[in-house]
């Protein structure tokens, strides 16, 4: 009892562990990385900076894993494991989002919010287990025909920094839950919650090698998963340019990826919007995570009758947000790090450049400190439809308004950019809700509201350069596995 408790205070004072087969393990480099605290921008802990060695135990233990205990594991049981992970995450949601705050820098909703989604994913997947099932096929007489969904095997999965919980739950609840096992390298930024995560699965019952976490650089242990052939399937979430180099790895060795990479989703408002409804949704849709999240409502497309008042009242709006230190639990908290904030400055001083007007900006609080990430929310009008503002990911809190004139132009609008993940959709008039939603070419439309609330149970991915593959809901499943086809003849 006395050895688990120096492990475990060892662990959470100044320095994590990979976790392998259920143990804390070190790197084999030695070299560790510091855990950066985006509200002051000072160092607190440290984390392994794994090599390829490392990423290869991991992979070695989750076929071992899969090989001799996880493949015996029906599906009932997997699920009652999830349950059981869930109810652990649950209970512990607070330490988790203390963690999931000091390193990313999330205000305490938030955090606290990804927590409670995390939970629920587990438990929605929990419940998915033993729903999964194949087919039979009519065929000709004299064969049975049936596919069976077997797990790809070892998936590997690669997280970003900025929902390190909810797309660890999405992604690993549903590799889980289809009985593959999982190896995973969280972003640099953002590791401490998934390692303990993944002590929590351990002390439910999880067998040793199912879960394992890796962690280091992107382009050292990241590079490393994309070209491991023990990898059976990889999950990425990330920007289009890592997107496509993992890709080409994968592709080497033809093995299945799915891609979330991203957006530039549009809110489009009609003259006949309840606008009491679509104002709040709107600014929460690109404040929601300082804007650092894929499916931002960044781009803002107003029909011209109605284009000054909103920008008018949104105006109002936004220049009473504020930003501060993750605890004050305020509007808005940092960006991640600084060339994240680097990257918004880039952006807002090419706008500057473009003469593109800027509508209003939130307030920094004093309680700031200069060494922090911060960046004020700004409303930009008038972004014309080719500026980068209207075409890339600024992954800041950073709104692109523009007019449309009509239902066709705010298609060709909405559509014009190289990505297709989300878009909301304000307009009483029901035809209209369903042309928009057919017009619109992304993985997710949203007719008077924003995102549902996060949904787990709604399938998620891009169109175009957003990606491709579905995570979330039961979809997610079946990507997650292989259909095997078997036909019997039997006279
Ligand atoms: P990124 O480089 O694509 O990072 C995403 C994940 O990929 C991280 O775990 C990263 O690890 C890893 N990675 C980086 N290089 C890799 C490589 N060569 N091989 C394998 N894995 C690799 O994203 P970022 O630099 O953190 O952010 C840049 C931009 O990407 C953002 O501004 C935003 O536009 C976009 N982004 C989008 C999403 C999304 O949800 N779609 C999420 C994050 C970022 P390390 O971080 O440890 O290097
Ligand atoms: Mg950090």
């Not at 999240?293 to 947000?321: D, H, M, N």
């Not at 209207?390 to 449309?404: I, K, N, R, S, T």
């Not at 509201?449 to 499943?477: C, D, M, Q, W």
Request: a negative charge; one cysteine or more.
């Amino acid at each position: 009892m006395r050895a688990f408790f120096m492990v475990r205070m060892e662990e959470n004072a100044g320095m994590q562990l990979n976790y392998i087969a259920n143990t804390s393990t070190p790197g084999s480099s030695g070299r560790t990385i510091p855990v950066i605290d985006p509200s002051d921008g000072q160092p607190f802990d440290e984390i392994q900076r794994s090599n390829s060695a490392d990423l290869d135990s991991a992979v070695q233990a989750a076929r071992q894993c899969l090989d001799t205990v996880w493949s015996k594991v029906n599906a009932a049981e997997r699920g009652r494991l999830l349950m059981r992970l869930s109810a652990s995450i649950t209970a512990h949601a607070d330490e988790l989002a203390a963690l999931e705050q000091r390193d990313c820098g999330k205000p305490t909703r938030q955090a606290r919010a990804d927590a409670t989604a995390l939970a629920r994913y587990f438990e929605f997947y929990a419940g998915a287990c033993d729903k999964l099932h194949g087919e039979t096929i009519p065929f000709l007489d004299g064969y049975s025909v049936l596919t069976w969904r077997e797990p790809h095997g070892v998936t590997g999965h690669i997280i970003p920094w900025n929902y390190p919980m909810q797309i660890f739950g999405r992604s690993v609840g549903g590799a889980l839950a289809a009985g593959n096992v999982c190896v995973v390298k969280p972003a640099e930024d953002a590791c401490l919650s998934l390692i303990r995560v993944a002590q929590l699965a351990a002390e439910v019952g999880f067998p040793a090698g199912a879960l394992n976490i890796v962690t280091g650089y992107g382009h050292e242990v990241g590079d490393a998963l994309a070209r491991h052939p023990g990898i059976d399937h990889i999950s990425f979430t990330g920007s289009p340019r890592v997107g496509t180099l993992i890709q080409q790895a994968a592709a080497e060795r033809h093995c299945p990826v799915t891609l979330e990479l991203g957006g530039k989703s549009p809110q489009i408002v009609f003259a006949d919007a309840d606008l009491d409804a679509a104002i709040p949704a709107i600014l929460n849709a690109i404040v929601q995570n300082a804007g650092q999240t894929c499916s931002a409502g960044s781009r803002l497309l107003v029909e011209q009758a109605i284009y000054e008042p909103l920008l008018q009242r949104l105006g109002e709006a936004f220049s009473k947000l504020r930003v501060g230190p993750a605890a004050m639990d305020l509007d808005l908290g940092p960006l991640i790090r600084q060339s994240q904030q680097q990257r918004v400055w880039d952006f807002l001083s090419d706008a500057q450049v473009a003469g593109i007007p800027m509508v209003a900006q939130g307030q920094i609080v004093d309680e700031a400190p200069d060494t922090g990430f911060y960046q004020a929310p700004t409303l930009l009008r008038d972004v014309p439809v080719d500026h980068r503002l209207a075409q890339e990911e600024v992954f800041g809190p950073v709104l692109a308004a523009m007019a449309f004139r009509d239902e066709a132009h705010a298609i060709e609008l909405a559509n014009a950019t190289p990505f297709g993940l989300v878009a909301g959709v304000w307009t009483r008039d029901g035809g209209r809700q369903f042309r928009m939603a057919r017009g619109i070419r992304s993985g997710q439309v949203f007719i008077n509201n924003y995102g549902a609330a996060g949904g787990v149970e709604l399938p998620f991915g891009g169109f175009k350069s957003s990606g491709h593959g579905r995570e979330k809901g039961f979809e997610a499943l079946y990507g997650f596995t292989a259909l095997k086809t078997v036909a019997i003849r039997h006279g």
